[in-house]
Nanobody
Framework: QAQLVESGGGLVQAGGSLGLSCTAS????????MGWFRQAPGKEREFVAGISWSGAAYYADSMKGRFTISRDNAKDTVYLQMNSLEPMDTAVYYC???????????????????WGQGTQVTVSS
C-alpha cells in the first residue's frame, strides 16, 4: 500500500481559503484515482472531491464552485484548494487511494485502501 501524507490544514476565518496537499510514496505508478474525504466530530466520513487517474474532477454538491482538486503526476501529489470556507467545513480532511492504478473513482470511503493521517481544518465564524 502507498503511504499518503497530507499537509496544509489550519485555522481560517469564514470566507477564507486554504490549500491542502497529499503526497504519495511507496508506489511506482502515480496513475491512481485519488479522493479527499472529511470527518467532523460525531459525523461519518464524507466524500469531498476526487480526481480520476486521467484527471477528471468530481465534487460533492456542497463543494462545487468552492473547492478545486488537481494533481501533479510527476510529484505523485494531489491538491485541494478550498475557497469561501464556512464553519460547516470544519473537519479532519483525509486523502485516500485505492489499491490499484487505473481504477475508477469512487465516492465511498469503503473503496479506498490507503489513507493519510488527516489534517485539521478549522473555520471560525
Amino acid at each position: 500500500q502507498a503511504q499518503l501524507v497530507e499537509s496544509g490544514g489550519g485555522l481560517v476565518q469564514a470566507g477564507g481559503s486554504l490549500g491542502l496537499s497529499c503526497t504519495a510514496s511507496g508506489r511506482t505508478n502515480s496513475r491512481y484515482s485519488m479522493g479527499w474525504f472529511r470527518q467532523a466530530p460525531g459525523k461519518e466520513r464524507e466524500f469531498v472531491a476526487g480526481i480520476s487517474w486521467s484527471g477528471a474532477a468530481y465534487y460533492a454538491d456542497s463543494m462545487k464552485g468552492r473547492f478545486t482538486i488537481s494533481r501533479d503526476n510527476a510529484k505523485d501529489t494531489v491538491y485541494l484548494q478550498m475557497n469561501s470556507l464556512e464553519p460547516m467545513d470544519t473537519a479532519v480532511y483525509y486523502c485516500a487511494a485505492p489499491s490499484r492504478p487505473y481504477s475508477g473513482l469512487s465516492y465511498s470511503p469503503h473503496d479506498y485502501d490507503s489513507w493519510g493521517q488527516g489534517t485539521q481544518v478549522t473555520v471560525s465564524s
